[in-house]
């Protein structure tokens, strides 16, 4: 076979002006000298589809937290046969994992009965488990918002010495950050407590469909197991429900109002508001993006938002559409399918198989499917918001020129500027701080503006034969089709062509729309096709006026592949490259039954 | 009473024997309203007529009593002569008259003066080897006019005496006197595209997926084997199609300018064009799955798409006969025998089903 392999991470031309970027992470982080030969031994691909932008510093604690968190639960708490966790690296600010197999055919061996037992508990006790971890999230949310960070007090309260407590706001400010950091872990760990063996099971179920019937189409599986109500639709149909309230309340106009807080000061004291705020806690705790990057807007955060989405709904309303999804069709379509898949099993044994692994992948399913709200959006903007006060204290003390700057400080160097602001309070003098973060988060913010300039190769390293590790295939889709098209798209001979997962059925045509952020998604036209790296659940209300969707990231389960099955609208996800090959206004046209996007133009 | 005409949508069960396996079955999928062309049998009472001509029976008795079955060249001859007297032996009066009357009931059905039928023999089982054999010899397509219907179905019942029908009824110690034929006159469709389908995948027996065999022009081309047909798969279930493959398509069976159907090269514009559109294709692997549902076990069925028709209604069926490869084989169960729910996920883990895909190809492939 050919030479085909992917750059060395050390090799890897970087962006111009990028000089320094290791400096912005934890120190084992980066690729370094130190573990070259490893490193280097390794496959390497990039994670675009929780991290398509470079890190700044504080939001990569949350791709070290979920990454250590997930690995731990293969390595330590389950130990999954074949697979260690997921090792794990930043390059010019962008994430690339490998997946660390066990390879001693014995140990494979050895680990199984011991993973019987820790999974099978878990498999076998499924319910009254994910009830105790919902209740736990909640928990660990109202423990996050009790906290609050304020300015250091010109002197302390008279309590504090009448009480003797004796200690002061300088060590309570500390603690608290420390103790946000780590409710922030624990809820990592909270996140992977069920997601490996709930997609462990999903692909068994998956294993089993394939066997029986070589040629069904990915998403046959997908629909006899996704739930029809599910959380991560749910701030969807809160904002449908708040549109039919307004068009019963006959105030449909204030959202002609110029601003939200115009809407809102319109809609003061009618039941509307009621309803409004009824339903943004915790609904509206959603991130228009992935939930893992401090820029990517929050629906409670920013109201325009939702209020816009809720405006297009009115407007939908009163052209007399339905907006409602039709629950009782869905349930209905996805009894027959099973039904007749079932059907057409061999034996009666196979039969009784199938019922019983699709019991489970259904039983696991709600956890696969709702934990995204509860972590990556619910508490996730929660510790944004609160990261944010923090920010706050920080402007006022002069350390930072405005709140947002707070993530380009290392999650542990915020202890360092605590300590640099507590103690210059301390002794009454004047911190560091004041000259030395404005200087270097200004350099910091230069560094990262140039590696988003950096086209991140999808893989690093020499490619594996075969992929294997279960996870990899099952949490990133990646398989060795997708590792060969990648290399293939090297070659630069590819045509007008992309190819991808054909997620959703169905042909359109008609011009592209590229969305890079979420900030672009107001430029939408009607029957335009989506074309973006990966879209989020936030996004849902997008999705009635699109065409057809196309991504860079994601597969059959990802989210733009089950938003545009529900719509019924053709989607190619995981092309690697629409993004980039694709210009804004191009007539493109995407076949979503055979993963092709052809360019037009 | 004899009767020599049954309509095929007006057979009872006792009639089976007297319409040949091919008009019984199209008789019982117009019951299953499966939309079949119309079209009648001419029975084996109307067969039968030919044996009150006592000088062609002696005539054929004598020449079948001389062949020497050893020497190609007699055997062909003989058949030629014994063909040559059925077909010039005036037809039975009343067959006749029943044969044109309904033919004539046929164009007003249709709203159509000469309408064009297809006149295939429609064998009893013990008469030849097997359907395939008595298909392919004796179909007249694009027949027109009573006396030619008349004359085709006197070529159907010739054809009972090939060179290579004697032989077989030799060999197998058949009576050739006692032998028996009816034929099929059936409405026949201008094809824009046609072929077969199996309502399961061929090459893995997958019964979740439909495979459709298409073409230009009349089936033919297809059922013959002259043409690569474009190959379709489609999911049973979600008429996803699942897999497309477009050949390059060198002939097609048209009709020619004097209203006959003949072989021709399909124009350079057609032949790497998909013979079938997304919608025609969801439409034949629909109503391939009412025929599985009808018979309640996979088929082979013949289909066409009908110029004359409207879109979305245009599909026709014109042959179902049950699927043999697969459905003779013993059913591969996928379930392990005593595999509970945590092996199988432990089995998964080990070995990812896209590992496995992956292995067979890399394997396949290799050398």
Known sequence: MAERRFPSPFEVEGPGGSEGWEELYTYSLPFSEDRRSYEESVFWFQDGIHWPDPLTPWDATWYEYAIASL????????????????DYRVLYGYAYLTPVPVTDPAEIEARVPQFMERAGFYFMNWNDLYDRWVAKIKDLIAE???I???PLPEKEEMEVITEGRGMGSGLKIQEDYRRLLNLALKLWQYHFEFLNLGYAAYLDFFGFCKEAFPNIPDLAIAKMVAGVEVDLFRPDEELKKLAEKAVELGVEDAFDAPSAGDVFARLEGTPWMDAWNEAKYPWFNFSTGGGFYHQDKIWIDHPEIPLGYIKNYVAKIKAGEDIHRPLEELRAERDRVVAEYEALLATDEDREAFRQKLGLARTVFPYVENHNFYVEHWSHSVVFRKMRELGNVFVKEGFLESTDDVFYIKRDEINEALWDMYSAWAVGTSPRGTEYWPREIARRKRILDACKQ???PPALGEPPEVVTEPFTIMLW??????????LGAGDGDGGGDLNGFAASPGVAEGPARVILSPDQIGDLQPGEILVAPITAPSWAPVFGKISAAVTDIGGMMSHAAIVCREYGLPAVTGTAFATTTIENGTRIRV??????????? | MREFVLWFDQYRESDKPRVGGKCASLGELIAAELPVPPGFAVTVEAYDTLRDDTELRSNVRKALAEV?????????????????????SPMNPEVERAVKASYRELCAACGVEDVPVAVRSSATAEDLPDASFAGQQDTFLWVRGEDAVARAVQRCWSSLFTARAISYRHETGHDHEIISMAVAVQKMVHPKAAGVAFTLNPTDGDRSQIAIDSSWGFGEAVVSGEVTPDNFLVDKVLFEITRRTISPKAIEYVLNGSDRVEKAPVPDDRRLAPSLTDHEIVAVAKMAKRAERHYGRPQDIEWALDRDLPEGDNVVLLQSRPETVWSRRAPRPVARP???LLDGIVSTLLSPVHTRDRLATTEGSDM
């Open chain 1, 144 to 146: 996050m918002e009790a």
């Open chain 1, 71 to 86: 690995s731990q639960y293969n390595t330590r708490h389950y130990l999954i046969p074949p697979a260690l966790g997921i």
């Open chain 1, 148 to 150: 609050t960070f304020e």
């Open chain 1, 477 to 486: 889709g990646i398989t060795s089709d997708s590792i060969n098209m990648w």
């Open chain 1, 454 to 456: 950096w086209n991140a």
């Open chain 1, 591 to 601: 076949d979503g039954s055979t993963g092709t996007v052809t360019i037009l133009d």
């Open chain 2, 68 to 88: 020497d079955l050893d020497d190609p060249d007699s055997l062909e001859l003989t058949s030629r002569y014994v063909r040559d007297l059925i077909e010039a």
């Open chain 2, 338 to 340: 005593g595999q509970g």
